[in-house]
Nanobody, 122 residues
């Protein structure tokens, strides 16, 4: 089993910054992708940013130029630095990890954090 613990959400004014962090633990063999998704009220969950084990990074159009994702493979952590926040960034942010485990089910699968609320006031 893989456990994800998120931190760093909160309330910030427009133009401000926040950093989200996520730590993966458990019977992990390899962590493949690590990323962040978000879900605003009444909307579908969407990708914000993701990073592969080899360092390749993918950002949503909304996140490009404002957000930076980083990961520490040794510590199995991923962070999302969010700058120039806008009210439309308000959402619950979820950490997402694709990993294989040393115990069943072993094969790579996705795991989700519990979510952390980010609220940007205008």
């Amino acid at each position: 089993q893989v456990h994800l613990v998120e931190s760093g959400g909160g309330l910030v004014q427009a133009g401000g910054s926040l950093t989200l962090s996520c730590a993966a633990s458990g019977n992990i063999f390899i962590v493949n992708t690590m990323g962040w998704y978000r879900q605003a009220p009444g909307k579908q969950r969407e990708l914000v940013a993701a990073t592969a084990f080899d360092g390749n990074v993918d950002y949503s159009d909304s996140a490009k130029g404002r957000f930076t994702i980083s990961r520490d493979n040794a510590k199995k952590t991923v962070a999302l630095q969010m700058n120039s926040l806008r009210p439309e960034d308000t959402a619950v942010y979820y950490c997402n990890v694709r990993a294989s485990t040393t115990t069943p089910p072993r094969s790579p699968r996705e795991y989700w954090g519990q979510g952390t609320q980010v609220t940007v006031s205008s």
